[in-house]
């Protein structure tokens, strides 16, 4: 069955028709939602009926490959003639968007798999690549984390804005040592840099910074699992607040141009202790911003797809292990976007940074889980809960069955970007602020229970429990 009986799926058509190398097999059937073409014969081939009949169409003509063929089409209108073809448990394959295509042209070769992100039902970020090469191209850019999931594609999109020097701050030393040996094989002109140590020890990045002198940092490093933060408190707070604030102040002291910190959904009104750090990470730029010439901004996004220790990559182990597939709650609904479309957005945001400002990515309408599962378990050649069962393990703690992009009393604003926000700072007193910070440091140094101060500097934590 090819799907869409416009210029692509003709194209299609004529290459089932006429090409030796495909003479095994037969197309069936077309599928439109023109009015005009229902009906209609093309190269032999009926025009069958509208994208709502695929399943009984697929089950009617024993159809053992769909070919989604309509390159000119809404994500979200993708996303939906996907899903029903997913449904019919048929080999799914699928034309490129148009606009991912680089001369326009569509030929047999660019025929892929359906990716999970195809059934998002996202329209891809609409970026300024002008404003985003003048904000990097001949600078000393350092990435701290730039070896983890979100740190590795940003080092990826900074190699292509021609920085003066990449710098690449990692503790663990193996993926450091994977995107390392990318960018020289794809970038053997960018001069590189590739450092091991940890954001918790200042002394050394007091050393780094005064030997390396970045004029950009993209500060990714930190703690990001919720559930093992839950079971270690003071190692979240140690790395990710205490290693932001040691960044920072390295930042601050050696007139690092722009710091851009990366931040989560998980920092409005937390209800788990890494959401709880990241909002006080939030909190540290923003007062820092206020103090020094370095102009300090967040990043906030929700869950990236395929990154370490998501739930893609789980579910992909669990339906290799023919199951079962688990997930914590029926209802539970989060936003997700691609890793590629996580970095644009940090990059855009460090290009038109004015300091101060926690950006926000409408992120489009949130997913339910148990749909992103199914849809994998089908990815996969199989049918939900006949092939691989789902079961439901209950809410973690600190886990919300739902995720918010922006507190209450931070307000939104918008930028030129209709998909990207920028979110009011709050204010607060400086000197208990960092008051209350020393007494965390002290507490989490000497294993002691940082949750309550945690809850005293953050007031919106609510710790331990579920939403």
Known sequence: ?????????????????????????????????????????????????????????????RVDLIIFAIASCSAERRAEILSLCMQTGCQVRSVPPLSTLIDGHINMSNVQNVRIEDLLGREPICLNT????????GKTVLVTGGGGSIGSELCRQLAKLSPKKLIILDIYENNAYEIQNELRRNHPELPLEVRIASVRDESKLDRLFDELRPQIVFHAAAHKHVPLMEDAPDEAVKNNIFGTLNTVRMADKYCVERFVMISTDKAVNPTNVMGATKRVCEMIVQTFDRRSETEFVAVRFGNVLGSNGSVIPLFKKQIEAGGPVTVTHPDIIRYFMTIPEAVSLVLQAGASAKGGEIFVLDMGKPVRIVSLA??????????????????????????????????????????????????????????????????????????????????????????????
Do not use: W
């Open 1 to 61: 069955m090819i799907v869409g009986a416009g210029e692509t799926g003709n194209y299609m058509l004529h290459e089932f028709k006429n090409n030796s190398a495909y003479r095994k097999a037969k197309v069936v059937c077309l599928v439109d939602d023109d009015t005009f073409k229902s009906g209609k014969t093309i190269y032999n081939t009926r025009v069958g009926g509208k994208t709502a009949e695929i399943p009984a169409l697929a089950k009617k003509h």
């Open 374 to 467: 199914e849809n994998l378990i089908r990815l996969s050649g199989h049918v939900p809960n006949v092939d691989i069962k789902i079961e439901f393990t209950g809410l973690r703690p600190g886990e919300k069955l739902f995720e918010e992009l922006l507190m209450d009393e931070e307000g939104l604003k918008q930028t030129d970007n209709k998909l990207i926000h920028i979110g009011k700072p709050i204010s607060l007193d400086e000197t208990t602020f960092f008051e209350e910070l020393e007494a965390l440091r002290i507490t989490a140094e000497n294993g002691g229970n940082v949750i309550p101060l945690l809850q005293k500097i953050a007031p919106t934590f609510k710790a331990k429990t579920t939403v």
């Open 130 to 137: 002008d404003l985003l090469s003048g904000s990097v191209k």
